[in-house]
């Protein structure tokens, strides 16, 4: 309104000078009331904007973002999504979904595998492994306490509780549970009490960290698989470590007997293409009986020369139990031996190829239940698929001085198995 009566009291003021043109003069009136009518629908427009207090249209919102930034609204802005890892802290929670298809082409009328645990259904599809994990690490310089907890299920879980003495239960399905505390000794004395998997051995339970998708003899006879009391271990340096184990024995949350067993641990890592592990352990392990010891040797031994190639050699060596004949009458001490030799090599950053190949002696039928000799070969493929999908294809044969295998109903020395594994991973940490 201001800005048209300007505008006329200036046209009043050109009227009066001689020398202007009429025509121009209806020009700049017709030019004016067109001025005026907007500025009256822009005037318009603001209140009505006001008294709704509603959101800009479009076309002003566009002009606005042109000209001066719109003051930032706190309580209007979204709050930013918050992932998995923010929200859990300093606890992980990570696990694996491991479902295989196997094929022995021996066709076993008990449709198992023979010496074979984790692995141990053939011509049919199995379930190996689900885990779920919980995981806090001690930190000197926010808490020095933390702990871990994996529970599984499936036919890992099986074949690794089976034998406690103190039953299945819940046990059945806790892989580990103990809690750490790290001691302020020199650079660090983490302790863990609880149950935990045990340090012997070129192979874990989980496939996936594993460079076959079987686990192989001396995994699952040469060794045990847990222990249930305490660790300590020092780290002088990243290239020297020392472990201490004191606990009920092997395989059992309750002790079988009244003794006790120890252990002793040194890790040698002078590179990043060398590392020696070298593990001991000693204790009573037979129900009811505390004088006869076993005694466990394990070494591995890891070179990787180049970035695509790596290779392991793994050993054991076990004596101490005796059979018992009865009416206090003992045989002299088992042994068994072992010998594991594995190849990997990386064609690319998502695909690998790996070879294993084992010796296993059991010549008083002590771990295995038949006094033999066994041979195993393995090789297999490996691709990663969308990120979270390992898949893993596998042939072995395993082969023996004596008929341990079946082909039908009858029994053989040897057997041919072929497996299609895959294994879906999950990690809280992948949405920090």
């Given at each position: 309104?201001?800005?048209?009566?300007?505008?006329?009291?200036?046209?009043?003021?050109?009227?009066?000078?001689?020398?202007?043109?009429?025509?121009?003069?209806?020009?700049?009136?017709?030019?004016?009331?067109?001025?005026?009518?907007?500025?009256?629908?822009?005037?318009?427009?603001?209140?009505?904007?006001?008294?709704?207090?509603?959101?800009?249209?479009?076309?002003?919102?566009?002009?606005?973002?042109?000209?001066?930034?719109?003051?930032?609204?706190?309580?209007?802005?979204?709050?930013?999504?918050?992932?998995?890892?923010?929200?859990?802290?300093?606890?992980?929670?990570?696990?694996?979904?491991?479902?295989?298809?196997?094929?022995?082409?021996?066709?076993?009328?008990?449709?198992?595998?023979?010496?074979?645990?984790?692995?141990?259904?053939?011509?049919?599809?199995?379930?190996?492994?689900?885990?779920?994990?919980?995981?806090?690490?001690?930190?000197?310089?926010?808490?020095r306490?933390?702990?871990?907890?994996?529970?599984?299920?499936?036919?890992?879980?099986?074949?690794?509780?089976?034998?406690?003495?103190?039953?299945?239960?819940?046990?059945?399905?806790?892989?580990?549970?103990?809690?750490?505390?790290?001691?302020?000794?020199?650079?660090?004395?983490?302790?863990?009490?609880?149950?935990?998997?045990?340090?012997?051995?070129?192979?874990?339970?989980e496939?996936?960290?594993?460079?076959?998708?079987?686990?192989?003899?001396?995994?699952?006879?040469?060794?045990?698989?847990?222990?249930?009391?305490?660790?300590?271990?020092?780290?002088?340096?990243d290239?020297?470590?020392?472990?201490?184990?004191?606990v009920?024995?092997?395989?059992?949350?309750?002790?079988?007997?009244?003794?006790?067993?120890?252990?002793?641990?040194?890790?040698w890592?002078?590179?990043?293409?060398?590392?020696?592990?070298?593990?001991?352990?000693?204790?009573p392990?037979?129900?009811?009986?505390?004088?006869?010891w076993?005694q466990?040797?394990?070494?591995?031994?890891?070179?990787?020369?180049?970035?695509?190639?790596?290779?392991?050699?793994?050993?054991?060596?076990?004596?101490?139990?005796?059979?018992?004949?009865?009416?206090?009458?003992?045989?002299?001490?088992?042994?068994?031996?072992?010998?594991?030799?594995?190849?990997?090599?990386?064609?690319?950053?998502?695909?690998?190829?790996?070879?294993?190949?084992?010796?296993?002696?059991?010549?008083?039928?002590?771990?295995?239940?038949?006094?033999?000799?066994?041979?195993?070969?393995?090789?297999?493929?490996?691709?990663?698929?969308?990120?979270?999908?390992?898949?893993?294809?596998?042939?072995?044969?395993d082969?023996?001085?004596?008929?341990t295998?079946?082909?039908?109903?009858?029994?053989?020395?040897?057997?041919?198995?072929?497996?299609?594994?895959?294994?879906?991973?999950?990690?809280?940490?992948?949405?920090?």
């Amino acid at each position: 309104m201001m800005v048209a009566s300007l505008l006329l009291i200036a046209l009043a003021s050109a009227e009066d000078q001689p020398g202007v043109n009429p025509p121009l003069d209806e020009a700049l009136r017709r030019r004016v009331l067109e001025l005026e009518t907007e500025v009256k629908e822009l005037h318009a427009e603001m209140l009505a904007l006001k008294t709704s207090g509603g959101a800009t249209s479009a076309p002003a919102a566009a002009v606005q973002s042109n000209l001066v930034p719109p003051a930032s609204d706190a309580s209007a802005a979204p709050s930013p999504t918050n992932s998995l890892g923010s929200l859990l802290g300093p606890t992980v929670i990570s696990g694996f979904v491991d479902v295989y298809y196997g094929q022995n082409f021996n066709n076993p009328a008990t449709q198992a595998n023979g010496l074979r645990f984790f692995d141990a259904a053939s011509n049919q599809f199995g379930l190996n492994l689900v885990e779920l994990v919980a995981d806090k690490a001690p930190d000197p310089n926010n808490s020095r306490t933390g702990y871990r907890i994996a529970l599984g299920f499936g036919q890992a879980m099986n074949a690794v509780n089976g034998s406690d003495p103190g039953g299945l239960g819940f046990s059945q399905y806790l892989k580990e549970a103990y809690f750490s505390y790290l001691a302020p000794v020199g650079k660090g004395l983490q302790v863990d009490v609880g149950k935990f998997v045990t340090p012997h051995g070129a192979e874990v339970i989980e496939t996936k960290d594993n460079w076959n998708y079987s686990r192989g003899i001396l995994f699952s006879y040469a060794i045990p698989y847990y222990h249930f009391g305490m660790r300590a271990k020092y780290a002088f340096n990243d290239k020297y470590s020392l472990t201490g184990f004191f606990v009920n024995g092997w395989n059992n949350i309750v002790d079988n007997n009244t003794g006790k067993t120890y252990g002793v641990g040194f890790a040698w890592n002078p590179n990043k293409k060398f590392a020696v592990i070298q593990n001991y352990m000693a204790g009573p392990e037979q129900t009811g009986l505390n004088s006869h010891w076993r005694q466990l040797s394990d070494t591995v031994i890891t070179y990787s020369p180049t970035r695509k190639l790596s290779f392991i050699v793994n050993g054991d060596y076990g004596r101490g139990d005796r059979i018992d004949f009865g009416e206090g009458v003992f045989s002299k001490p088992v042994f068994w031996t072992g010998v594991a030799a594995y190849a990997r090599y990386a064609v690319n950053s998502s695909s690998a190829f790996s070879a294993r190949f084992e010796h296993y002696d059991d010549p008083d039928g002590f771990t295995t239940g038949t006094a033999q000799h066994l041979n195993g070969f393995t090789t297999t493929f490996e691709q990663l698929m969308a990120h979270h999908i390992i898949s893993r294809v596998e042939f072995r044969r395993d082969m023996s001085n004596q008929p341990t295998f079946l082909k039908g109903v009858n029994p053989v020395t040897a057997q041919n198995t072929l497996t299609a594994g895959l294994v879906f991973t999950f990690d809280s940490r992948e949405g920090k």
